[in-house]
């Protein structure tokens, strides 16, 4: 059974430094694929950057990357550079090759403080 | 290039009445879900389609819930009859397709309140 587990209810980041926010994921099968959404207040999920379990790299996207770690099974997001405008809550989801549905997580609670 | 529309934004009904959502994805995305976002928690699957099937019902309240997609771009989701716990907030998202990296996109969500 998929399982996105995602530590941090809630963090605390300074205006203009870089903060991580964790993902651990549990599956079976070789091939899928991790999403990073943001919520905001106002209720729409945004995505943000995705990672495939056959990627090479860790994927970026401006200031958000992803620290890619396969064989712990985690996908943490990295925001760099904290914008007030970047408080939101993030999601943390996975699309198993099998499954094709998006599983996600409990979600963390950032607040970007000026 | 319009995102996923849903309607309405909000909805306060009082338990056992009937209520229904609707969804409007992105012209040409063949997958569309319909997800339920309880209070402090992420998402969770109650259907996805495939064009008009419904190709995953798995996690759908059978009893009280029903959804179509007529003709395989708008979608509705009922609740009859509603009950207190059905209160969240209940997300509509399309994708292209379902290649792993496909992403989807979400509409702004209904917020249902039972009373």
């Known amino acids: 059974a998929q399982k996105i587990t995602q530590t941090q209810p809630g963090m605390f980041v300074q205006e203009k430094e870089a903060v991580t926010l964790d993902c651990t994921y549990d599956?079976?099968?070789?091939?899928?694929?991790l999403f990073w959404y943001k919520q905001p207040s106002s209720g729409e999920m945004i995505f943000l950057i995705y990672?495939?379990?056959?990627?090479?790299q860790n994927a970026t996207e401006g200031r958000y990357s992803l620290n890619f770690q396969k064989a712990r099974k985690s996908a943490n997001l990295v925001i760099s550079a904290s914008q007030l405008g970047d408080s939101a809550m993030y999601f943390c989801a996975m699309r198993e090759n099998y499954g094709q549905n998006f599983v996600f997580g409990p979600g963390t609670r950032l607040s970007v403080l000026p | 290039e319009a995102g996923v529309v849903q309607s309405p934004r909000y909805k306060i009904i009082e338990k056992k009445q009937p209520v229904a959502f609707w969804c409007n994805p992105i012209?040409?995305?063949?997958?569309l879900y319909w997800y339920r976002q309880n209070l402090g928690q992420g998402p969770e699957l109650l259907i996805r389609y495939e064009n008009e099937e419904a190709v995953d019902d798995s996690q759908l309240p059978k009893d009280r819930f029903s959804a179509e997609r007529l003709k395989g771009v708008d979608s509705t989701l009922k609740i009859q009859p509603a009950e207190l716990g059905d209160s969240a907030v209940y997300l509509c998202?399309?994708?292209?397709?379902?290649?792993?990296?496909?992403?989807?996109?979400f509409g702004q969500g209904t917020r249902l309140t039972v009373v």
């Open positions: 998202a399309s994708s292209l397709d379902v290649r792993l990296g496909t992403e989807a996109f």
């Open positions: 599956t079976s099968d070789p091939s899928y694929g």
């Open positions: 990672q495939g379990s056959y990627d090479q």
């Open positions: 012209s040409g995305h063949n997958t």
